[in-house]
């Protein structure tokens, strides 16, 4: 079917009736024609002012084909779901965090039950989480270790660090003392020293008032 079609108004103004490629929609624009009345080619609409008010009311014409906005929205669809689809890919969630089994925890229970002093809260001895989980072994993780610690037993720490903590704090009591008996020997000495000018002072005045005499003193 032609797509634009030279017509006229009631008024007689110049009009395009214009058909959809892919149906029978019909739609009617105002435009002008290109021709002049006399011209002995037939009449030509101004195609360029006919698709300008075309595209007003959602028609459009891509390619040579003139869609009326039904024919269009149907073309759109296609063109869409034409296009490949997009799979997305998702990265492999991270392996769970391995878990202790049933027999592995009974025995991280059996090892802190020796190795945990539950008077003080404390590891005995030298004794880790990290420890424990080497002594055990078969994959067993100091985290494991360190989760039933906290959950049944108590916090981290052991004797040999509480012991170290405690002769680091005598050391520094015995620093501090030993500072404060300084000072006080040198408050002594000031003293002494002050004793000691007094009785300078007072030899010093005796030689003046003697005069040269003394001097062979
Ligand atoms: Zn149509």
Redesign the pocket.
């Known amino acids: 079917m032609t797509q634009f079609v030279a017509d006229r108004d009631d008024r007689g103004n110049a009009t395009a009736r214009c058909n959809?490629d892919?149906?029978p929609?019909q739609i009617v624009v105002k435009t002008n024609y290109i021709t002049r009345v006399g011209d002995r080619r037939p009449i030509e609409i101004n195609k360029t002012k006919a698709l300008m008010r075309l595209q007003d009311v959602g028609w459009t014409y891509v390619k040579n084909v003139l869609?009326?906005p039904?024919?269009e929205a149907n073309r759109k669809e296609k063109t869409v779901s034409k296009e490949p689809t997009i799979v997305t890919v998702t990265p492999p969630a991270a392996p769970p965090l391995r878990q202790p089994t049933r027999e592995q925890k009974r025995l991280i229970v059996a090892a802190l039950d020796d190795a945990y002093d539950m008077t003080n809260l404390r590891y005995k001895g030298l004794e880790t989480d990290k420890g424990i989980a080497e002594m055990l072994g078969d994959g067993t993780m100091p985290g494991w270790v360190a989760a039933v610690r906290e959950d049944m037993f108590g916090p981290d720490g052991n004797e040999e660090m509480s012991d170290l903590a405690g002769e680091v704090k005598d050391w520094m009591n015995k620093v501090d003392m030993e500072l404060a008996a300084i000072k006080t020997a040198m408050l002594a000495i000031e003293q002494s020293r002050a004793e000691v000018k007094k009785y300078q002072d007072r030899l010093f005045k005796i030689a003046a008032a003697i005069g040269p005499k003394a001097e062979r003193v």
């Open positions: 959809c892919e149906c929609e869609r009326c039904k024919c």
